[in-house]
């Protein structure tokens, strides 16, 4: 029998690269059998290599991420073109990675699902999260975003109520489309997302064949502090767009959980790089009371037609991580990592995001989770802060005096940067208040979503509605066909009668007395039914 505490240089034979070791180094020559007084036991307590085996693996689990738990990632790069449409992009931003045509910026993409777990199915009806980690000279910029481009609500506040209605039942643990209509019925801004969702477009057909967007109204600022409010948006190249129907999804599901990971893994394997084009649309500082809408409203799209898209650059994935766990699921992506040039507008959404994501990922990933490979900046980082679990290096100055943690020091400690650009320096004069905005128009851009979808699109989204609204109470039909007809008296009256049918079909729980008001309710909405 082997000794495993003994160090190696005891064990006589010198190990190979390959050889079996502890994670103190020591070769392991028996991993089959546990350290007993006799064949037939009991064990002993000094089995270290056993309960260094076992203990690790007992919390080789960290928390998975509270949202967008299931995800695949890659590594690639984004290419400048050295100018927004046909601007110079130093008009709008002084951000280094767009300065220049070819500049190449090395990146790592997350794609993923929202609500369910980590090893849920890919099929499932759900944004698709698509966040990109671009290590650029300056640091770090996160663009954090999903494929649709826009979200449900607007007011952070009720992310967690959200979040919560779309989950399983806190009893049963079943999922339950009643408690997500429930909270979607009372929350009218979330109609022009529910169109998008319940439509084709709600089961992208896989991650690399899918829109990015990064949903929230940011800043650019130039090299004089002027700001313009921006939309990001990452359109396909080569491999286009793809949605899939629900009947499609359900046949993938059958077989496979995973087909979005394998799709992209086996793409970047066999060379097939997928490319999309980063675009962004541009509008002056400021409220913009001529538009029917609010310019920091995440419920909303910015019209094409008002606001063209411009290209800016290319972003090309050619590298599948080495290990998923320690690059993809390690992986944690910010709101607030900002680049200088690049600057937060005041949409509240996107300021709750900022709080969130840095604080979940101290929890998830833990303090010093900048200090991993996958999130470490990819320049040299120099900070006073010092210490917590799993320190890993210190980020120190090349020339900093290493007892001088702190600043401003005259002993040698690290010196602030030199501002060499304007601030960019908002003013503000108003009263504290809990409001929603004034311009909430949650109606007029959800039909005009309808109206341009293809009629398959439709006929989908009235068929995903129904098939998903039958199980629900009457008053929250109700809700939801008039918020529809509201958009579109076409749309509302085709949910109407289609779940009218289908109660008289008793192909659900609804009664009759329910589906008769819905057609009633049509016809007093002036359609019909
Ligand atoms: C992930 C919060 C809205 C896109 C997350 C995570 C949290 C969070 C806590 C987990 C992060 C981690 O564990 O690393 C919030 C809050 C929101 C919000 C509080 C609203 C107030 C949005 C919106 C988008 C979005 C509007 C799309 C633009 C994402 C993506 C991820 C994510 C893509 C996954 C990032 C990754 O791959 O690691 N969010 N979120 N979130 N969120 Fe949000």
Not at 4 to 11: H, I, R
Not at 194 to 205: H, R
Not at 365 to 394: C, E, F, W
Not at 483 to 488: E, L
Request: glycine letters at 6%; a negative charge.
């Amino acid at each position: 029998m082997s000794d495993q505490n003994k160090p190696s240089s005891a064990t006589g034979e010198l190990e190979n690269d390959n050889t079996l070791t502890n994670r103190q180094g020591h070769p392991i020559s028996d991993n089959q059998n546990v350290r007993t007084v006799g064949n037939r036991g009991p064990t002993t307590l000094e089995n270290y290599h056993f309960l260094e085996k076992i203990t690790h693996f007992d919390r080789e689990r960290i928390p998975e991420r509270v949202v967008h738990a299931r995800g695949a990632g890659a590594h690639g790069y984004f290419e400048s073109y050295g100018k927004v449409g046909d601007e110079p992009v130093s008009k709008y931003t002084r951000a280094k990675l767009f300065q220049q045509a070819g500049k190449q910026t090395p990146v790592f993409v997350r794609f993923s699902t929202v609500v369910h777990g980590t090893h849920s199915p890919e099929t499932l009806r759900d944004p698709r999260g698509f966040a990109i980690k671009f290590y650029t000279e300056d640091g770090n910029w996160d663009l954090v975003g999903n494929n649709l481009k826009i979200f449900f609500i607007r007011d952070p506040l009720k992310f967690p109520d959200m979040v919560h209605a779309f989950r399983p039942d806190p009893v049963t643990n079943v999922n339950n489309m009643e408690r997500m209509f429930d909270f979607l019925s009372q929350t009218p801004e979330a109609t022009h997302m529910v169109t998008f969702l319940f439509s084709p477009w709600g089961i992208p057909a896989n991650y690399r064949q899918m829109q990015g967007s990064g949903v929230n109204t940011y800043k650019w600022v130039n090299q004089d502090g002027q700001a313009v409010l921006v939309k990001y948006h990452w359109e396909p190249l080569t491999q286009g767009i793809k949605n899939l129907k629900q009947a499609e999804a359900s046949t993938i599901q059958a077989n496979n959980y995973s087909h979005a990971t394998q799709d992209l893994y086996e793409a970047i394997e066999r060379g097939d790089y997928p490319e999309w084009e980063l675009c962004v649309q541009i509008m002056s500082d400021g409220p913009h009371d001529e538009l029917e809408f609010d310019p920091l409203d995440p419920t909303k799209l910015w019209p094409v037609d008002q606001f063209p898209f411009l290209r800016v650059g290319k972003m090309v994935l050619n590298r599948n991580p080495e290990n998923y766990f320690a690059e993809v699921e390690q992986a944690s992506f910010g709101t607030g990592v900002l680049v200088d040039g690049l600057d937060f507008s005041d949409d509240k959404l996107l300021q709750g995001r900022t709080f969130s994501y840095s604080d979940t990922q101290r929890y998830r990933v833990g303090t010093n989770y900048l200090q991993l490979p996958i999130n470490s900046p990819k320049k040299h980082v120099a900070t006073n802060q010092r210490d917590g679990q799993m320190t890993y290096r210190v980020d120190a100055g090349e020339h900093q005096n290493p007892h001088v943690n702190y600043e401003p020091s005259s002993l040698g400690g690290l010196q602030e940067a030199t501002q060499t650009a304007k601030e960019h320096q908002p003013a503000y004069n108003d009263r504290l208040v809990h409001e929603k905005i004034s311009r909430s128009n949650d109606f007029a851009q959800a039909g005009r979503t309808y109206r341009e979808f293809d009629e398959w699109e439709r006929e989908e989204l009235i068929s995903n509605l129904i098939g998903n609204l039958k199980i629900c109470k009457p008053h929250i039909q109700e809700k939801m066909i008039e918020y529809f007809t509201q958009a579109d008296p076409d749309y509302g009256r085709r949910v109407s009668e289609g779940l009218a049918n289908a109660a008289r079909e008793g192909k659900d729980h609804t009664s009759s007395t329910a589906a008769d008001k819905a057609v009633r309710d049509a016809e007093n909405m002036g359609h019909d039914a």
